[in-house]
């Protein structure tokens, strides 16, 4: 498979509010309009009857419709990580993720590696300064790096190519609305 990049960037999507993954999910949609191959690891989201009693994300039902044109692959457990005391595998779990990052940036197969909520698995003290930095520094030249997640860490602003951040204004969760198949998941 010939690359679609002569050089990747590494973009970051963070910030309080909504958008950060479906930010990255516009670009990879765009990407496979003109032939790129993508990789999404989500961390933090796992299959199963979950929280809000979704089975499955929009996102991995779109995927399967382009084959390994869109892969993704999920590292979490179905239930909400608690941030003060994760269990044991959430971590593993998160690790397993990170290990799988750095084995696809070694295949350089992929035009565009997703990270989704590997900044909240850092700031959840899931993955460690170093495991940030060991994506970052085996980012192949030709490859696009996205990562999304709330609280990116300074660090990770600072070496990042593109920085965007969602900043919440208004938002009808407050008004009691739940999260809505199609629309949030």
């Not at 930010?23 to 990789?39: E, M, P, T, W």
């Not at 382009?66 to 269990?87: L, S």
């Not at 495991?131 to 990042?160: C, F, S, V, W, Y």
């Amino acid at each position: 498979m010939a690359k679609k990049l002569k050089r990747g960037y590494v973009q970051v999507y963070t910030g309080d509010c909504k958008g950060k993954t479906t930010a990255a999910l516009g670009l990879a949609f765009r990407a496979l309009g003109h032939g790129f191959k993508i990789h999404m690891i989500q961390f933090l989201k796992g299959k199963g009857t979950d929280r809000m009693a979704w089975s499955e994300y929009g996102e991995w039902i779109s995927a399967r419709k382009f084959g390994d044109q869109f892969i993704i692959e999920p590292f979490g457990r179905p239930e909400f990580v608690n941030p003060k005391h994760p269990k044991p595998e959430d971590i593993e779990l998160a690790k397993k993720g990170v290990e799988r990052a750095l084995e696809i940036m070694k295949k350089n197969e992929v035009d565009i590696l997703i990270l989704d909520e590997l900044n909240v698995a850092y700031m959840f003290n899931l993955i460690s300064p170093d495991d940030i930095l060991k994506i970052l520094n085996n980012k192949p030249d030709d490859m696009e790096l996205i990562i999304t997640g709330r609280g990116a860490p300074k660090e990770l602003m600072e070496k990042a190519d593109l920085v965007t951040e969602m900043k919440e204004i208004k938002h009808y969760y407050y008004q009691g609305i739940d999260a809505r198949k199609g629309i949030e998941f």
